[in-house]
């Protein structure tokens, strides 16, 4: 048994998310073998929380089909990238926007779970809640009696932290308004306490920082997407013509300003009687979210149904998606979230290969 006989045989081994051998993607770093012992290093495309275990079992199970006695130990870190980001934001990895093109279809309750969902797997998270007019993620986390805590220097600059509720560090307008008080601003104004919340709060470290995003194709969405370097954006629709049309206009304004579309997801597809489990009614329509995922050429993320139990935890200050007895519903976010990470991936490992120039 020898460093070269292992490495042969690791090469072929696919990464599930990108479908490419680790051959082909360079990942195999170094293998040591010493008698019995062989220690595997291999570099993989973050966020690596969802993969590092199945690359593990992979090369050990494929090592074992060789040299049943191996003792074997893989160790699997990040492949580095080179990131653009501000001072702020300089410790963040992964920046997502969720959005939707028309309110109402459940776009913030989408993002907090989430964004729970990735703290549940173990990921550091961060949830922006850029929604300046209706903020509601200091409810849905259950910190709508929290205020900013902020910090100013000897020469007058103001510095803000996030709340921390489950995991996720959480920042809002709501944190520094009054909880009845409206926000009346126009674009300029808008724009400029979204960039206060951006640019003046301290993350930190952070595999992913999910901004909840007003609905439309707005101030707060251009003003995003021309200063922050997004990983990709998110769109949330419901089955019915109605949100889809505003979902295409989401779309296309992403594709405008070159920012990726990670996918769509579709919320309120279905509903379930509790006393009746086998029925499933589309009160809103059937795979009108798959369809325009289609037309666009984006991946289709999931289908979410209608749950009052996912209402009742977002009142509550409860993401639905840490209970227990979550269930198949809570199966489903986390699926949701397996399935953003695996587009993230597929979006980091594209940005981090040097394009063949021909002369």
């Known amino acids: 048994m020898t460093s070269e006989q292992i490495q042969q045989l690791l090469e072929p081994i696919i990464d599930p998310d990108l479908n490419i051998t680790l051959g082909a993607l360079g990942a195999i770093h170094g293998v040591e073998v010493a008698g019995d012992r062989v220690r595997v ?50 410790g963040v990895k992964n920046l997502i926007a969720v959005s939707s093109g028309k309110g109402g279809v459940g776009k913030s309750t989408v993002a907090a779970n989430l964004a729970a969902a990735l703290a549940q797997r173990g990921a550091s998270v961060g949830l922006l809640d850029a929604d300046i007019y ?32 489950y995991g996720v560090k959480v920042a809002s307008i709501g944190f520094v308004m009054q909880r009845d008080q ?48 997004l990983t990709g954006a998110i769109v949330v629709t419901t089955p019915q013509e109605i949100a889809l049309a505003d979902v295409r206009r989401s779309i296309q304004m992403f594709n405008k300003v070159n920012v990726d579309c990670l996918g769509v997801i579709e919320n309120m597809s279905y509903f379930v009687p509790p006393d009746m489990p086998e029925k499933r009614y589309h009160i809103f329509g059937e795979g009108g979210g798959r369809s325009v995922a289609q037309e666009f050429d984006v991946p289709f993320l999931g289908e979410l149904p209608i749950d009052v139990r996912v209402r009742k935890g977002a009142d509550e200050g409860f993401p639905f998606v840490l209970d227990p007895e979550s269930g198949s519903l809570g199966d489903a976010f986390r699926s949701l979230a397996e399935h953003v990470v695996r587009q993230v991936r597929i979006h980091n490992n594209s940005a981090s290969v040097t394009p063949d120039i021909s002369l």
């Open 134 to 165: 209706g903020p509601s993620q200091p409810t849905m986390y259950g910190l709508s009696d929290q205020s900013m805590r902020a910090e100013k220097s000897a020469d007058g600059k103001v510095t803000g932290y996030p709340n921390e509720a």
């Open 41 to 90: 290093f291999l570099e993989a495309v973050q966020p690596l929380h969802w993969i590092a275990r199945r690359l593990d079992h992979d090369c050990k199970a494929t090592i074992a089909a060789h040299f049943p006695n191996a003792s074997v130990d893989v160790l699997v870190r990040e492949r580095g990238m080179q990131l653009q980001r501000t001072p702020a934001l300089a």
């Open 182 to 229: 409206a926000a009346i601003l126009r674009g300029p104004m808008l724009a400029g306490y979204f960039t206060m919340l951006v640019e003046q709060i301290v993350w930190g470290d952070l595999d992913f920082l999910i901004f909840d995003l007003p609905p439309g194709t707005g101030d707060i969405q251009l003003t995003l997407t021309q200063r922050i370097p």
